[in-house]
């Protein structure tokens, strides 16, 4: 089976610009990160993993208009691609495949 692989914090960003719908851009997808890992993340990680995922294909990105909040400066919104969805898709199908086998062996009387 041909797959793609990303590493974790590339699909921790992808499935991100997933769930924010078109409205996902540099800062909103780091404040994201934080609240749902719980772990540091700078502005330049989630920058560099944007456009790693936009050179292969997984995210587009466009520039939308000029706000005041941000001193005329424009966002470059992210969208995930059906190519970064089928590759979410895979993502999650390994790992259920891997938790159905552990959740077997966690079961009582067998062990690790």
């Known amino acids: 089976m041909n ?28 404040h994201e990160i934080i609240e749902q890992t719980g772990r540091s993340v700078k502005l330049n990680q989630v920058h560099s993993a944007l ?18 909040e941000r001193g005329g400066r424009r966002k470059r919104f992210y969208t995930i691609t059906a190519y970064g969805e089928h590759t979410l898709r895979q993502i999650q199908e390994v790992r259920d495949n891997f938790w ?4 077997n062996l966690l079961k009582p009387g067998i062990g690790l």
């Open 3 to 30: 797959r793609t692989y990303l590493g974790e914090f590339e699909e921790i960003v992808l499935l991100s610009v997933a769930v924010m719908r078109g409205q996902a851009y540099g800062v909103v997808l780091m």
């Open 51 to 68: 456009q790693r995922l936009e050179e292969k294909g997984m995210v587009t990105s466009e520039v939308g208009g000029a706000t005041a």
């Open 100 to 103: 159905s086998k552990l959740t």
